[in-house]
């Protein structure tokens, strides 16, 4: 079993910066891509962006690229978001996930993960 934990949400003005984190704990020896995910009001599930094991391949939702960067520590076993110029649109509850199936190819739906965090809330504000 793989636990996840996500931490670093919390309130921001719009054009404002939070870093995400996810920790992973549990089969952690194994290798693991790692995506974030965010579901926003009214809204489904949908990728922002993921990371191969060895961070050489990393990917992003065309809504967040230039503004997010993902990365990952992995002997930390801990992955970042780190989000700057923050948007309304950007209110939401993020999710990491982990994908044990391929250390190198990275999902890009929510289908393609094994596990989940419970989420953390980042709220953008005007």
């Known amino acids: 079993q793989v636990q996840l934990v996500e931490s670093g949400g919390g309130l921001v003005q719009a054009g404002g910066s939070l870093r995400l984190s996810c920790a992973a704990s549990g089969r952690t020896f194994s290798r693991y891509a790692m995506g974030w995910f965010r579901q926003g009001p009214g809204k489904e599930r949908e990728f922002v962006a993921g990371?191969?094991?060895?961070?050489?391949?990393?990917y992003y939702a065309d809504s967040v690229k230039g503004r997010f960067t993902i990365s990952r520590d992995n002997a930390k076993n801990t992955g970042y978001l780190q989000m700057n110029s923050l948007e309304q649109e950007d209110t939401a509850d993020y999710y990491c996930a982990a994908d044990f199936g391929s250390a190198a190819v990275v999902p890009r739906s929510a289908p393609g993960y094994d596990y989940w965090g419970q989420g953390t809330q980042v709220t953008v504000s005007s």
């Open positions: 990371i191969s094991w060895t961070g050489i391949r990393t």
